[in-house]
């Protein structure tokens, strides 16, 4: 099993800068290759991919938010982090960590990812 545990989430003005954070432990982890991700929920909206990286360090980012969200793996391991910058009020989310084992490469696709974690609150006023 994989436990995801996301932190890093707050209340800020339009304009500023925030760091998610998820950290994955568990045996499973440790032995096989994963790819990492973050999807956000809006309210009263369906899940929606935001970032994944690989392992070798691959990423991918949805398109709205190329060129402002930069996700990163430091350690090239169990965590990942999500770089917010220019943040607006339609950022206003629930981020969740997401992980797959099976993996080689970044994915979008919401049903590639077996393990979620339980998600970090994001708001973003004008």
């Known amino acids: 099993q994989v436990q995801l545990v996301e932190s890093g989430g707050e209340s800020v003005q339009a304009g500023a800068a925030l760091t998610l954070s998820c950290t994955a432990s568990g045996v499973a982890f440790r032995v096989i290759p994963s790819t990492m991700a973050w999807f956000r929920r809006a309210p009263g909206k369906e899940r929606e991919f935001v970032a994944s990286?690989?392992?070798?360090?691959?990423?991918i980012e949805g398109d709205s938010v190329k060129g402002r969200f930069t996700i990163s793996r430091p350690n090239g391991r169990n965590t990942v982090l999500l770089q917010m910058r220019a943040l607006e009020p339609e950022d206003t989310a629930v981020f969740y960590c997401a992980a797959c084992l099976q993996c080689r490469e970044p994915s979008a696709r919401l049903d590639d990812y077996a393990f979620w974690g339980q998600g970090t609150q994001v708001s973003v006023s004008s």
């Open positions: 990286i690989n392992r070798s360090g691959n990423t």
